[in-house]
Each structure stands twice: as structure tokens, then as C-alpha cells.
């Protein structure tokens, strides 16, 4: 009973003793509380995870030792506190840097910083498109294994320097060449920027997805972890069913018709073209309203 009576009587002191909320309080709340709602959908299948539940386990005993008033408990987690997000820190680098990089490729984020390049530069052609759809079905009826990483937005130069320099007019005779078995140039990925295949065999980043299924080998899963760092459209030729794939954002469209090919990729350029415009608009609206 005395027990149940000092919990009691610390959550009455607490709620005698709450500040006045304000609209200002309540709008710094609902930040917080959507960054945190944002990175838990993040880290949900990651190692994180584990990391976060026990973090949460940390402050409720911090909270049972506050209402008891264990002050060893208390000394402890507050001096180890600060050593602990350093940890943090050094051992979740990879989830951590891959949060930081899904903020910072998010459509309406990195339009702010890039409105002026878009109006300058068209990304890809319909010429270039129509090439790299022949090119993926010729490839595709010879079961020829290719990767075609499109740039758009987000910059790969810390991939490309893993590749060949080639900064060649993209065409389907090329590209199936570049991918032709046993040539120097076959194994890795190619790139394309404003039309150009810039580099080809290219390392590229393996997705941690465990949802991805087993079937799918190396080639799918660079192709899925490129695009879960960027804002690239992936063509993917299966070397051992010629079948098509396409990844964008994170997620991997399978069996793609090769008759829709040309669709398919002209709708992932246009999503990102009707995201930048949109924000292009109502940043002109706001920077007018501060004028």
C-alpha cells in the first residue's frame, strides 16, 4: 500500500507542478514527437531496434528510480549517460549515416537546396530512355546480366570512382556491349548523368533489407541499396531468367513488361519532376510573403 501511495502522490505532485502549455509548447511537442515517430519507422528493421527498446528500458528504470529516490541508480545513469550516446554513436554508424541520408534525400528537403540546378538541366531524355529500353530488352532476350544506375538529383560520385571512366552518348548498341559476357567492362554498374554514361563497372552499395527475397542475388540487391540512398532509377536485367526489374526508393518493381519498360521509367522521372515543382512553388509563395 505505501508503495502504491508514493506513486500516486509523485504523479499528483507532477501534475500540480506542470508549466502552462502553450501553442508554442504544443507545436515543439508534436516536432519531437513526429522525429521520433520518423526514426523508429527507420531503424524498425535494423539492429537499432534492439538498441532503441533498450533505451526505452533505461528511462523507465530511470523513472522508477527518480519516484524512489535510488540514488545509486540515478548516480549511475547519470554519470555514464554522455559515454553511452558516444558509444551509440561509434557502434550504430551505419543506421545512424543511413537516417541522416534518408532525411536528406526526401523529395521535399532536397528540393530546397537544388531548385536552381532543375531549372537549368533536363536530367534524361526521351531519346536516352527509349536507348536504355532497347538496350535492357536486347539484353534481356540474351539473358545478359546488366545494371543501369540513373542519376537524377542526389549526386553518386563516391560510387563512380569505384568504376571506369567512360562519359560516353548513351546508346542501346553501347550499353550492350559494356554488358556482354566475358568483356572487361561487363561486371558492376553502369552510370547515367544528363544523358551521358558517365562510368561503368561500378560497386555499388548491397541493401540489409531482410524482406528482400532470397531468390534475388547480388545484382538486385545493389541495385535496391543505391536506390535506398538516392533518388536513382534502377534497370535491372536478371542474367539467369532475362527477366526486367526497376528500383526506386527502396523498393524493387519485378517482372516489369518489357512493352511498359519505357512507361515505367518515364513515371519515376516524372514523380521526381512533380515533387520539385511542387516545392519550387510554394517556396517562390513564401519567399514572396517575406518580401
Known amino acids: ?36 515517430y520518423k526514426i523508429m519507422l527507420i531503424i524498425r528493421n535494423t539492429r537499432a531496434w534492439a538498441l532503441f527498446k533498450g533505451l526505452l528500458m533505461i528511462l523507465l528504470v530511470a523513472g522508477i528510480a527518480y519516484i524512489f ?8 545513469i547519470s554519470n555514464t549517460i554522455s559515454v553511452g550516446i558516444i558509444a551509440i554513436v561509434i557502434i550504430f554508424q551505419p543506421e545512424l549515416r543511413t537516417a541522416l541520408e534518408k532525411i536528406g534525400t526526401s523529395n521535399w528537403f532536397k528540393s530546397l537546396f537544388s531548385i536552381e540546378e532543375h531549372n537549368n538541366s533536363e536530367k534524361i531524355s526521351i531519346r536516352t530512355i527509349d536507348e536504355i529500353v532497347t538496350g535492357a530488352k536486347q539484353m534481356a ?9 540513373i542519376e537524377q538529383d542526389v549526386k553518386l560520385g563516391e560510387f563512380e570512382v569505384t568504376g571506369i571512366k567512360l562519359n560516353a552518348t548513351v546508346s542501346s548498341e553501347l550499353l550492350v556491349n559494356i554488358f556482354e559476357k566475358n568483356t572487361p567492362l561487363h561486371d558492376g554498374a553502369v552510370m ?31 541495385g535496391i541499396g543505391i536506390s535506398e540512398i538516392s533518388d536513382a532509377i534502377v534497370v535491372i536485367v536478371s542474367e539467369e531468367t532475362g527477366a526486367i526489374s526497376i528500383a526506386t526508393g527502396g ?11 519505357r512507361n515505367e521509367i518515364i513515371a519515376s522521372v516524372k514523380k521526381e519532376k512533380k515533387a520539385r515543382s511542387i516545392v519550387k512553388k510554394v517556396t517562390t509563395e513564401v519567399k514572396g510573403k517575406l518580401k
Open 1 to 36: 500500500m505505501n508503495t502504491l501511495q508514493t506513486i500516486w502522490d509523485a504523479i499528483i505532485n507532477f501534475m500540480i507542478n506542470l508549466p502552462n502549455i502553450g501553442i508554442t509548447d504544443i507545436l515543439d511537442i508534436s516536432i519531437v514527437a513526429y522525429l521520433i
Open 69 to 76: 529516490k535510488f540514488s545509486t541508480v540515478l548516480w549511475i
Open 141 to 149: 532476350d540474351a539473358k545478359t546480366g546488366a545494371i543501369i544506375v
Open 192 to 222: 547515367v548523368r544528363d544523358n551521358m554514361i558517365t562510368y561503368a563497372t561500378c560497386y555499388l552499395p548491397l541493401s540489409n533489407n531482410p524482406t528482400i527475397n532470397k531468390k534475388y542475388g547480388t545484382r538486385h540487391r545493389a
Open 251 to 261: 523498393e524493387l518493381k519485378q517482372n516489369v513488361v518489357r512493352e511498359h519498360l
